[in-house]
């Protein structure tokens, strides 16, 4: 790679946080540029013409081409490394749990951990409120699938690290801060401390 890597993020977004992982484990210096959702700052004009215009971190800048949602990213910097593995059926199991982060695990663990930890209980509106027992739900039974195939293994696909497991290890391991109890998961614990082990691992800010 000889463009230089952006990382347009908001640091608290397990998102741009599964992009920062998949650098530092891979060793590619990566520019950070940092946003406050929170205060609108993806949403000004600058941003919505020169980044992206949906209007939604992370995006990686490539030189002067920008690459939005997290995953496609984290592909983008590791393809050719042996966090993609090598084996074709491997890889088409790879971007099934990536897939599955996408359509079950974050839209429920990531949504109540974004409600609870940064909107407030008492900030939401009703619907969202009437929609919180049914994103526990769903985020319990992410985690269970979870559970359930990491009692038989030490990583998501194959025998080694991969983005299946940079994608997932991202909202999971703060699930806690959306009411979700990780006693209760003890494969997942053991493959938590897994990641957090690996040579050149970071922390979320």
């Excluded at 484990?25 to 215009?53: H, S, W």
């Excluded at 088409?92 to 079950?104: G, P, V």
């Excluded at 030490?154 to 997932?168: E, H, Q, Y």
Aim: with cysteine; charged share 20%; proline share 4%.
């Amino acid at each position: 790679m000889t463009a230089d890597l952006i990382l347009h993020e908001d640091p608290r977004s397990g998102n741009c946080f599964k992009i920062r992982l998949t650098a530092s484990l891979l060793g590619l210096p990566l520019e950070r540029r940092q946003y406050d959702i929170m205060k609108g700052e993806t949403r000004t004009p600058e941003f919505l013409a020169n980044v992206n215009a949906n209007g939604r971190i992370p995006v990686l800048q490539i030189g002067d081409r920008f690459l939005p949602e997290s995953n496609a990213a984290c592909w983008y910097l590791a393809e050719g490394s042996a966090l993609v593995p090598a084996d074709r059926f491997d890889r088409a199991d790879m971007l099934r749990w990536m897939f599955f982060e996408q359509y079950n695990h974050e839209p429920n663990i990531a949504t109540l951990r974004f409600w609870l930890l940064f909107v407030g209980e008492a900030n939401l509106t009703p619907f969202q409120q009437g929609q919180i027992m049914a994103k526990r739900v769903g985020g319990e039974a992410a985690l269970a699938v979870m559970e359930d195939h990491l009692a038989r293994r030490d990583w998501m696909v194959g025998d080694s690290v991969t983005l299946a497991d940079i994608a997932l290890y991202a909202y999971t391991h703060v699930c806690e801060a959306g009411g979700f109890r990780l006693q209760d998961y003890a494969a997942v614990c053991k493959w938590l401390n897994r990641v957090s082990g690996l040579s050149g691992y970071v922390r979320m800010d």
